[in-house]
Each structure stands twice: as C-alpha cells, then as structure tokens.
C-alpha cells in the first residue's frame, strides 16, 4: 500500500522556509523602514514588496503540495516490482 511522502514533501519545506522568510520581510517592510531606507531604493519598500512575493510563492509550493501529494511506494511493493521486472 502506497502512502503520502507529507511532511518530507521538499516543496512543502520550501514553501515554510519562504513563508517564515517573507513574514519577516514583509514585518520589517512595514513597521521598521524609514525615508534613508526608501531613499536608497528609489523610493520602493524593497523589504515590503519581497516579502510579498515570498508569501505569495509560499503559498503557491503549499498549494501545489497539498493538490498533487508525492506518493511513495511501500518497501514490499517496489521490492516485488524489481523482481518480476527483472525476471
């Protein structure tokens, strides 16, 4: 019996990794950037605007995760596969 890869998914990693990261940007982006800040960016909210498109590509690797799960096969299964492929 096959069963979800879940937690060990690498995309659902990747999507809590650019999620946590964003949040923090997306943080700073609005409560600790002041006008030198915006000045050196040309007036962008560099900080606010990155942290945006992490969450959002976040929830894009989330959501890919969860409609189209991994499914490995159990040991026993890919064992006997091997063996009558082979033969």
């Known amino acids: 019996m096959a069963h979800k890869a879940g937690l060990f998914d690498l995309r659902l990693v990747i999507a809590v990794l650019f999620g946590v990261y ?3 940007l997306v943080v700073v982006g609005l409560g600790f950037t002041d006008d030198a800040d915006l000045a050196k960016a040309d007036g962008l909210n560099i900080n606010l605007w990155s942290g945006v498109g992490m969450v959002v590509l976040a929830a894009l690797f989330a959501t890919w995760t969860f409609l189209r799960p991994i499914v490995v096969p159990d ?3 890919s064992a006997a596969e ?3 492929e082979g033969a």
Request: proline residues 0%; glycine residues 22%.
């Open 22 to 24: 964003g949040v923090v």
């Open 75 to 77: 040991e026993r299964e």
């Open 82 to 84: 091997g063996v009558s």
